[in-house]
């Protein structure tokens, strides 16, 4: 099952970057292993995915601490101060930094282990009121903030689109938000990167793709539909 579902999401990306003249090696699969087993995750690194995404800190590091593959831990939602320590010497990437005092504390805790940590600014494109993420007009004075930090490194944007039936009505915040990446880039800040766009996810990747995106967020399309539990979540 898992195995078909890759294939299938390879294809589509492949696809997906044909149509925009992309190059398949420009995207990254992210597979998003949030609330599976970890025998899940350890089929999908038997198929060659060593990219995995999760969104709470305890169960990345439950995951982290078990497997004993290189696997890349990817943070990809949203991260309170105080669980920064837990992670900043095991994550490749935290896609969710959204305020000051959040890069402050990763540089913190960076500093104290010797580490760099890379990082993505969490746009919130579409101002959504139910999302993290800042406003378009905040992330270059924040991103500005953030280049002074020794142990912090800016390497891209990332957004969650709006959940629609009809992924054709996100184009327009990827664009957007694609935009947003290159007219930062083009400032040339030092200690910063524009080389990361995290954008895309089961509903919307290949959309997502076709406008620019270079790391694809995915979970149901690889691992099936998630089931919440209502005690005990991590
Ligand atoms: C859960 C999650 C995903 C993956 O979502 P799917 O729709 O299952 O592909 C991607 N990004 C973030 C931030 C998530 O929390």
Redesign the pocket.
Known sequence: MIKENLEQVEKKIEAACKRAGRKREEVTL?A?S?TKPLEMVEEVLDLGIVEF?E?KVQEMVDKYERIKSPVHWHM??HLQTNKVKYIVDKVVLI??VDSLKLAQQIQKEAEKKSVVVDILIEVNIAGEETKFGVTKEETLPLIEEIAKFPNVHVCGL?T?APFVEDPEEDRVHFKALHQLFVDIKEKNIDNIDMNILSMG???D?EVAIEEGSTMV???????GA?QYKIEGEA
Request: proline residues 0%; glycine residues 14%.
């Open positions: 992210i998003v949030k995404g969104n990809i939602g896609h969710s990332m969650s996810m089961t509903n990747y967020r995915i979970g149901t399309a690889i691992f998630r």
